[in-house]
């Protein structure tokens, strides 16, 4: 009897910040998009949008037994280095897990998913897929006004089993359509109705009814349909072709969050799954360099999920930001650095020694008194006890502010920098930024949590760690 594969648990990202797309026009004098863009912050990129919507995967998930971690993105800060396992230290994942990147191209999102999928088949435990873009567009050009960024995380495995992967379908075929150089920042495009017309319409299609052909059942029987292209007109022929009605279609997320690359099939996924009853069909399907599409069945165990942040709430959670600030936290444009000293880069050693507290936020708590501190100490703070340490996850806990203060010197790309002194439930004092915070809002006894962020770039070394941020 063939094992039961499909997700267990699932997680996803959209940044605070929003873009609104007027004030996008309003500077460059062209005409104005509806709506917003979802803008990851200064000190964010796809690496730690992932770490947060793999925490959000994991959080939901009782005993979390991961094998394997496959990332997923378009927009790597590094050129060479293994995402992957950044985002496995920060989600504090075993070591012994096999990890693996993807990128390239937007069709990597769905991979991933399938790659997690066929490494449950193959005999792991669980796997994680976790897909993350911060996607940008040239100053004028429509993709800046269309994209968006954020992340989606999905634990699949074989046990409480929430959507099972019911059958897949996959088309690859070289075409020019959307490139980008190693030394480039934007993509390029080629004309629109070429890709309309011979290459995505024709392809999104084949690849949806290879899969409703696999699993035996016609468009009528598909509770929700997630349909994603870099082309919306190719959705829309899509979507007319199978007579399908407008209540099965789930919302593109154009209006509020943007087109988010390898991310954006996966994230419109999870904005559906929290309204799926037992025994829905969801077809998920995207197109690039080919297509993929899935059928998942939703189970009697998505009855009892509880997802801890909803992609809805995430939305509706949201800050505005000035097109000034974006092209400046992009360096889209020149800017005068802070008249302060550069940031030195980090050294390997010490990180690879202190990585627990630096990526797991992992502090220490005595065993002789109990008491919870952070950084991890060898001796207690309050009994004096030397070596008597256990690890102690800080991640996860909420905080409330002591006290705080506010530099305008400080290096920062967004400033003024708000410093906090949290307060740890259940104990633990530490000092740390604050970030997606309006400075003039910040008051002592706010409840905060914890998010994972880079500090800044030096010598071409992302320096991770932790920030706080209102509770979202």
Same mark, same amino acid.
């Given at each position: 009897?063939?094992?039961?594969?499909?997700?267990?648990?699932?997680?996803?990202?959209?940044?605070?910040?929003?873009?609104?797309?007027?004030?996008?026009?309003?500077?460059?004098?062209?005409?104005?998009?509806?709506?917003?863009?979802?803008?990851?912050?200064?000190?964010?990129?796809?690496?730690?949008?992932?770490?947060?919507?793999?925490?959000?995967?994991?959080?939901?998930?009782?005993?979390?037994?991961?094998?394997?971690?496959? =990332?997923?993105?378009?927009?790597?800060?590094?050129?060479?280095?293994?995402?992957?396992?950044?985002? *496995?230290?920060? @989600?504090?994942?075993?070591?012994?897990?096999?990890?693996?990147?993807?990128?390239?191209?937007?069709?990597? *999102?769905?991979?991933?998913?399938?790659?997690?999928?066929?490494? #449950?088949?193959?005999?792991?435990?669980?796997?994680?897929?976790?897909?993350?873009?911060?996607?940008?567009?040239?100053?004028?050009?429509?993709?800046?006004?269309?994209?968006?960024?954020?992340? #989606?995380? =999905?634990?699949?495995?074989?046990?409480? #089993?929430?959507?099972?992967?019911?059958?897949?379908?996959?088309?690859?075929? !070289?075409?020019? $359509?959307?490139?980008?150089?190693?030394?480039?920042?934007?993509?390029?495009?080629?004309?629109?109705?070429?890709?309309?017309?011979?290459?995505?319409?024709?392809?999104?299609?084949?690849?949806?009814?290879?899969?409703?052909?696999?699993?035996?059942?016609?468009?009528?029987?598909?509770?929700?349909?997630?349909?994603?292209?870099?082309?919306?007109?190719? #959705?829309?022929?899509?979507?007319?072709?199978?007579?399908? !009605?407008?209540?099965?279609?789930?919302?593109?997320?154009?209006?509020?969050?943007?087109?988010?690359?390898?991310?954006?099939?996966?994230?419109?996924?999870?904005?559906?799954?929290?309204?799926?009853?037992?025994?829905?069909?969801?077809?998920? @399907?995207?197109?690039?360099?080919?297509?993929?599409?899935?059928?998942?069945?939703?189970? $009697?165990?998505?009855?009892?999920?509880?997802?801890?942040?909803?992609?809805?709430?995430?939305?509706?959670?949201?800050?505005?930001?000035?097109?000034?600030?974006?092209?400046?936290?992009?360096?889209?444009?020149?800017?005068?650095?802070?008249?302060?000293?550069?940031? $030195?880069?980090?050294?390997?050693?010490?990180?690879?020694?202190?990585?627990?507290?630096?990526?797991?936020?992992?502090?220490?708590?005595?065993?002789?008194?109990?008491?919870?501190?952070?950084?991890?100490?060898?001796?207690?703070?309050?009994?004096?006890?030397?070596?008597?340490?256990?690890?102690?996850?800080?991640?996860?806990?909420? @905080?409330?502010?002591?006290?705080?203060?506010?530099?305008?010197?400080?290096?920062?790309?967004?400033?003024?920098?708000?410093?906090?002194?949290?307060?740890?439930?259940?104990?633990?004092?530490?000092?740390?930024?604050?970030?997606?915070?309006?400075?003039?809002?910040?008051?002592?006894?706010?409840?905060?949590?914890?998010? =994972?962020?880079?500090?800044?770039?030096?010598?071409?070394?992302?320096?991770?760690?932790?920030?706080?941020?209102?509770?979202?």
């Amino acid at each position: 009897m063939p094992v039961m594969v499909g997700i267990v648990s699932y997680g996803s990202y959209v940044p605070y910040r929003r873009l609104k797309r007027s004030a996008i026009a309003q500077v460059l004098g062209i005409p104005a998009g509806k709506g917003e863009r979802a803008v990851a912050s200064f000190d964010e990129d796809s690496v730690s949008m992932g770490v947060e919507a793999a925490r959000d995967a994991l959080r939901a998930t009782s005993a979390p037994s991961v094998q394997a971690l496959f =990332f997923a993105t378009t927009t790597p800060p590094y050129g060479e280095k293994l995402h992957a396992a950044i985002v *496995g230290a920060a @989600a504090r994942l075993p070591v012994e897990i096999r990890a693996a990147d993807s990128t390239g191209s937007v069709r990597a *999102g769905l991979g991933a998913l399938l790659q997690a999928s066929d490494s #449950v088949g193959g005999g792991a435990k669980q796997a994680l897929a976790v897909v993350a873009d911060c996607r940008l567009g040239a100053p004028e050009g429509r993709a800046e006004q269309q994209n968006g960024d954020g992340a #989606v995380a =999905f634990v699949l495995g074989s046990e409480n #089993v929430i959507a099972e992967i019911e059958a897949s379908a996959s088309l690859t075929r !070289e075409f020019l $359509d959307t490139w980008r150089a190693p030394d480039e920042r934007f993509s390029h495009t080629w004309e629109e109705r070429f890709a309309l017309t011979q290459a995505y319409g024709p392809l999104l299609g084949k690849a949806v009814q290879a899969v409703l052909a696999k699993a035996k059942i016609a468009p009528k029987d598909l509770a929700r349909v997630v349909l994603d292209c870099p082309n919306p007109r190719a #959705v829309d022929e899509i979507a007319r072709g199978m007579k399908l !009605e407008a209540a099965q279609l789930a919302d593109p997320l154009a209006l509020t969050v943007g087109q988010t690359g390898a991310t954006h099939a996966g994230l419109m996924l999870a904005s559906v799954l929290p309204a799926a009853k037992p025994g829905d069909r969801i077809l998920v @399907a995207t197109a690039a360099d080919g297509a993929d599409a899935i059928v998942f069945r939703v189970t $009697d165990a998505a009855a009892h999920y509880k997802q801890p942040r909803s992609v809805g709430r995430m939305i509706e959670s949201k800050g505005d930001v000035s097109y000034g600030s974006y092209l400046k936290w992009r360096e889209i444009i020149p800017t005068e650095p802070p008249r302060r000293p550069d940031p $030195d880069r980090p050294a390997g050693p010490p990180m690879l020694r202190s990585s627990n507290w630096k990526y797991g936020l992992f502090g220490s708590r005595c065993t002789a008194c109990g008491t919870p501190q952070l950084p991890p100490q060898r001796v207690c703070v309050k009994c004096r006890a030397f070596d008597k340490m256990e690890p102690y996850p800080f991640a996860d806990r909420t @905080a409330r502010i002591a006290t705080y203060a506010i530099d305008r010197l400080a290096y920062s790309l967004n400033p003024p920098t708000v410093n906090v002194v949290l307060d740890f439930e259940g104990g633990g004092r530490f000092v740390c930024e604050m970030t997606d915070c309006e400075p003039e809002k910040v008051a002592i006894g706010d409840e905060v949590e914890m998010t =994972f962020r880079k500090l800044y770039t030096a010598g071409g070394v992302h320096n991770y760690f932790w920030k706080a941020r209102p509770k979202r």
